[in-house]
């Protein structure tokens, strides 16, 4: 509750208790405001109300400072979120309020960040930079498709529960998981097995209670599809392999491509000379023979 400052004034008193009101009027009592701008009691909200000068000009002057002072200087709240404590550290709760990107007004001492159920689509780069403090963060049930590879840099460090099941995520960079120690969460999503998600699966700390239900929707062979990742694992799959086998085929294949252009550019350059070659010849016997001219000359003499 903002101070009250009185609307009507007295009559201007003697020049002594001007003097006097105007020296006790630098001085605003503490009790005006509570912490963050809020009266404690209503006890001291009468003694704010009658512990200020009523003066036009001290009034103007208390009114000045007495907002100074009710102002909430700490970090403001995201007019969609709701902001509370959770264990004596700020908890951001945003959940089911139709967001369809992250707040850019995350305050940074946020410790718990809940963005669950919204229509969230993309994480892109630095998403939570500034949220240095961030120790659990919920995108669970959103609509998210991609996530960029820088899109957890700065949270990395103190980040311990991170939750992006029931999502739409077919596939995801695992540079942007593996940099992190936190529990993660990655369930109900329409996963394509690869490589890189198995990677994700070796190297990442996945919560052991949700990990059974990272089932392959879409994979190389369609005897994967519709079972757990893990269980495709277990019977001896590696994409990783598969992959590497692919890479080495595509690679021999634009070898031995390269390696046919060059013999038939040498087959083509030799048989042009050889014409080029016949060509030169029948045209040096077509040309008429000199050397029996001097003898016919030197019998005639």
Not at 27 to 54: F, M, Q, V, W
Not at 125 to 137: G, Y
Not at 221 to 235: I, M
Request: glycine content about 4%.
């Amino acid at each position: 509750m903002p101070c009250h400052i009185p609307s009507t004034h007295r009559l201007p008193p003697a020049m002594g208790e001007v003097s006097q009101e105007r020296r006790g009027a630098a001085l605003l009592p503490r009790s005006c405001c509570g912490h963050r701008g809020i009266a404690s009691s209503h006890a001291e909200l009468a003694g704010c109300k009658t512990s200020l000068t009523t003066t036009p000009a001290a009034s103007v002057a208390q009114a000045f400072f007495c907002l100074l002072l009710c102002v909430p200087w700490g970090s403001s709240c995201p007019p969609s979120c709701q902001c509370t404590e959770r264990a004596g550290a700020k908890a951001v709760l945003c959940s089911s309020r139709h967001l369809e990107e992250i707040p850019k007004d995350i305050p940074k001492d946020a410790v718990f960040l809940k963005l669950d159920a919204n229509s969230i689509t993309r994480i892109p780069s630095n998403a939570f930079r500034h949220l240095s403090h961030l120790e659990e963060l919920d995108l669970s049930r959103n609509a998210i498709e991609k996530i960029d590879r820088a899109a957890f840099k700065g949270v990395a460090a103190r980040l311990r529960t991170l939750d992006l099941s029931s999502n739409r995520i077919r596939s995801i960079p695992k540079e942007a998981l593996l940099a992190l120690n936190a529990k993660l969460r990655l369930a109900n999503n329409p996963w394509h097995c690869e490589c890189a998600l198995q990677e994700v699966l070796w190297e990442a700390r996945l919560d052991p209670d949700s990990v059974q239900d990272i089932t392959c929707h879409t994979a190389p062979r369609e005897e994967y599809v519709g079972k757990p990742l893990l269980q495709v694992l277990d019977a001896g799959v590696n994409f990783c392999s598969v992959r590497q086998r692919t890479t080495d085929v595509a690679m021999f294949i634009t070898m031995f491509g390269w390696f046919t252009m060059v013999i038939v550019y040498v087959i083509c350059y030799v048989r042009h000379n050889r014409e080029d070659t016949c060509k030169h010849v029948d045209y040096l016997k077509s040309l008429p023979s000199t050397q029996g001219h001097p003898e016919t000359t030197s019998t005639a003499l």
